[in-house]
């Protein structure tokens, strides 16, 4: 492990590796995206190089399907795969529940889609992302272009007669243009600071007609591994009610660190 990595990085990266032993030869495996899910794709390829693990990744991005690709991680198409074994992915807020926001990175149509056709949903995150209710992070909500203002108009009309106290909202934007999905279309976070029912909330935004979808991820997730740069980890499973805290060696090969660069 280069001494220059971040406690940040060194989170996500005990997460990510920890995530990535669960998975087994011959598994078809969601990608997510984002610095999070990045290193569980290098962790990926070192098990395929070092143990000959075979399995195939169905990418949430374009992003992740580059890296992937430059990894030697065979990937296909979920047309292709139909359903899935497990998805890994990060996330940007995690409930006690195991209930998500995601999207920060704008993948979060693609990554919903993935991990709802997926006997499994692990998520690997740094302790910063686990919160006592969802909200600080501003909620995205991926919206077609086509009428964009009257969407989010509807979108904050439809706050203020759910009672939500803010409910500023604003277009995600790329330097002067709107940001672009890869799914071409659009994304409004809403700056919401408490969300006290995220599923009533994410089935109501679901109903505005421009919505494609929102980042609220409700009874998604199986599995949680929280990071931390000293090497500790705790991977909690809803479903077994358990909690472990576990130690992941830092030790990878090389070749691993090689998409980063010096
Ligand atoms: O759209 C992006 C995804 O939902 C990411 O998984 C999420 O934003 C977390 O990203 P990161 O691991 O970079 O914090």
């Known amino acids: 492990m280069p001494a220059e990595l971040s406690p940040i990085d060194k989170a996500k990266f005990v997460a990510a590796k920890r995530a990535v032993e669960f998975v087994e030869t011959g598994m078809k495996l969601g990608l997510g995206t ?12 070192e098990r395929i190089r070092e143990e000959g693990l075979r399995v195939t990744g169905v990418p949430t991005s374009s992003r992740t399907a580059e890296l992937a690709r430059s990894l030697g991680v065979p990937i296909m198409s ?3 795969a139909k359903w899935l074994d497990l998805t890994i992915d990060g996330a940007d807020e995690i409930d006690p529940n195991l209930n998500l926001i995601k999207g920060g990175g704008a993948a979060l149509l693609q990554e919903k889609i993935v991990a709802t056709a997926s006997d499994q949903m692990i998520v690997i995150a740094d302790a910063a992302k686990e919160v006592g209710c969802l909200g600080a992070f501003p909620l995205p909500v991926e919206v077609i272009p086509f009428g964009w203002q009257t969407t989010k108009a509807l979108l904050e009309e439809t706050l203020v007669s759910m009672d939500v106290l803010n409910r500023d909202c604003t277009l995600r934007m790329n330097g002067d243009r709107p940001l672009l999905t890869d799914e071409a279309n659009y994304i409004v976070d809403l700056h919401l600071k408490r969300i006290g029912n995220p599923r009533q909330l994410a089935l109501v935004l679901n109903q505005i007609p421009g919505v494609v979808e929102n980042g609220l991820f409700i009874d998604i997730c199986d599995i949680v591994v929280i ?15 358990s909690s472990s805290d576990e130690r992941v060696e830092f030790a990878a090969s090389d070749n691993i660190f090689a998409d980063l660069g010096d």
């Open 78 to 80: 979920l047309d292709e």
């Open 34 to 45: 984002g610095s999070t899910a990045a290193w569980m794709v290098r962790c990926l390829a």
């Open 227 to 241: 990071g931390n740069g000293d090497g500790r980890v705790t991977v909690r499973d809803i479903n077994a009610g």
